[in-house]
């Protein structure tokens, strides 16, 4: 059982990665709740998936090309998925140089009627 809750949620990370390969925050929210709660480091909680959509395509436009997730653990009790993980931002600002942010992040899944959707996602910067 929780490997297929494992596979739906990296086959949910491979989604929310082409997003930003296509420039596109519409096809990088599509796996998150229509209830979802973002936080970002430093910043307020974003609330919903519209303006989730609104917060990829601004992180997008300051330079960020490309998410790589690797998923360290995920532990599932009923309806809930826990997922543990770290990550590498590619970062291309216009004009800039490019650089990496690596990451490692928490996100809670939920199980909906669609399959497993993303509703609470936080992360921070990693040495």
Avoid: C
């Amino acid at each position: 059982m929780t490997n297929d809750i494992k596979m739906a949620i990296d086959a949910a990370n491979k989604i929310f990665s082409e997003g930003f390969l296509k420039s596109n925050a519409s096809i990088t929210a599509s796996g998150f709740a229509n209830d979802a709660v973002v936080f970002p480091p430093d910043g307020d909680m974003i609330h919903g998936k519209k303006a989730i959509e609104e917060f990829w395509k601004s992180v997008m436009t300051s330079g960020v090309k490309e998410v790589i997730l690797n998923t360290v653990e995920v532990s599932v009790s009923g309806d809930f998925a826990v997922e543990r993980g770290t990550g590498v931002l590619k970062i291309h600002p216009q004009g800039g140089t490019p650089s990496e942010q690596n990451i490692k992040y928490v996100v809670v899944w939920k199980r909906a009627g669609e399959g497993w959707k993303n509703m609470w996602d936080i992360w921070n910067a990693s040495p």
